[in-house]
């Protein structure tokens, strides 16, 4: 049943036993909402890149989303059986394409552009895929920024001071670093990255904490208004890890009581750089979701707004500035269950997909409430509640009756569950 050839943005792929593409997803392909004027993923995505000096870092918009395995994964050190690969998490065009699901896939191809470039960095803004739940904040499409630094060694070879040189002539940022896990743990196998002195990574790792730090401020400054701009954001640096970079951080930002995780990023791995033909260069790489940080800096409480047609959605923003969204109405939600005995292998992603299929964007978030395993026979039942709830109008209970209808028939043919 599935067709030989699926066709994205006018390039024709032949399928396999891998491609899980849904009908639906073609069409994210061509929107670009980080370049349409003055939408607020493009507005966020300016707002960042006018902290970036531009004579030192090339921007690259309009990268196409579907990339190789090898560029996606491989060349980027995750190990063949990481999670990130799988089926349930990644949309395959076939066994050797993908749907990028970070921006990091084009850091190889622009490593090895810098010098034709003349730039020691860049900044790469596009939609990246990703099978997941349905939630407020989660939808299958997202944008993501990456950014990237390289530092040569020059004739002195003495690259730390350099690069701490050029730290200290940085903008220091207006944020309390209430807490910060070690910059460099010598020894630690982990975090020790092949081909760095503990001094390297460690000037290169402070200025990428000094960027980040000042991104965050001007951000999250633009988020609180002028009303709270006298206390100072609390961050904190939290350890992490990335096939791809060590040592390896995340960004977390306390905001309305809680410490939200906003980045990722690292000193890129030496080998990385060496394909790349820099062996001569040590650098940094990061990279953040637009949706989160937008819809803390505009107020906006649904990931799906960002992709509305509505006009009363776009109008609010038609002047690129920076404003509060005002909700334009709200419209009730509609609850209905759904509860099935699962097969030996169940994937949660494959029900999300299933019901996105059907629903689309009416459906605003998917629940589970109920899971057991019968006590006698050893089957597990789960339990959905799906939220239908429209952005833009009052769904007739006929309409919800009919879409919770076609997710019950949709459930034994393909996901082979059995109903109760
Ligand atoms: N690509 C990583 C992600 O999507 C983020 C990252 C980018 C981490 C660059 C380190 C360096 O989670």
Redesign the pocket.
């Known amino acids: 049943d599935l067709p030989n050839t699926i066709t994205l943005n006018n390039i024709t792929y032949n399928t396999d036993s891998l491609t899980n593409i849904p009908a639906t997803l073609p069409s994210y392909l061509t929107r670009n909402l980080h370049l349409q004027p003055s939408h607020p993923l493009s507005t966020t995505r300016q707002t960042i890149e006018s902290l970036f000096s531009s004579a030192l870092y090339e921007t690259y918009n309009t990268l196409s989303p579907i990339v190789t395995v090898a560029q996606n994964f491989d060349c980027l050190g995750f190990p063949a059986d990481h999670p990130g690969r799988s089926r349930s998490d990644t949309y395959y065009v076939n066994q050797h394409t993908v749907l990028r699901t970070?921006?990091?896939a084009h850091q190889a191809e622009k490593f090895r552009l810098l010098d034709t470039v003349g730039k020691p960095g860049y900044l790469i803004t596009a939609d990246v895929y990703r099978r997941d739940a349905i939630d407020r904040s989660h939808y299958p499409v997202f944008h993501?920024m990456?950014g990237a630094r390289v530092f040569s060694r020059g004739a002195d070879a003495d690259i730390a001071s350099t690069v701490m040189a050029e730290v200290r002539g940085m903008t220091v940022p207006e944020v309390e670093v209430v807490e910060s896990c070690p910059v460099y743990e010598d020894g630690n196998p982990v975090q020790s990255a092949k081909g760095h002195t503990a001094a390297e990574a460690e000037a290169v790792a402070r200025h990428l904490q000094r960027q980040l730090e000042l991104v965050v401020s001007r951000v999250f400054g633009e988020a609180a208004g002028s009303a709270s701009a006298k206390e100072k954001l609390k961050v904190r640096w939290v350890s992490a890890y990335?096939p791809?970079?060590s040592p390896?951080y995340e960004l977390e930002v306390f905001w309305n009581n809680e410490w939200l995780e906003v980045?990722?990023?690292?000193v890129v791995r030496q080998d990385l750089l060496d394909y790349a033909g820099h062996s001569d260069k040590i650098g940094w790489?990061?990279?953040l979701g637009l949706e989160r940080i937008a819809m803390l800096m505009y107020g906006i409480p649904d990931i799906r707004l960002f992709w509305s047609r509505d006009e009363r959605f776009a109008r609010q923003f038609a002047d690129g500035v920076v404003r509060r969204y005002e909700p334009f109405s709200r419209y009730p939600h509609c609850y209905k269950d759904v509860a099935f005995w699962v097969p030996g292998t169940f994937h949660e992603n494959d029900f999300m997909e299933l019901v996105r299929g059907v629903g689309g964007d009416l459906v605003e978030d998917v629940k589970l409430i109920d899971e057991f395993t019968h006590p006698k026979t050893g089957r597990k039942s789960m339990c959905y509640r799906i939220n239908y709830c429209s952005l833009d109008r009052t769904l007739t209970n006929e309409e919800v009756d009919s879409l919770q209808e076609k997710v019950r028939a949709a459930l034994p043919e393909k996901l082979h569950v059995e109903l109760r």
């Open positions: 970070h921006t990091s993501q990456e990335f791809f970079t390896s980045l990722g990023c690292g790489a990061f990279g």
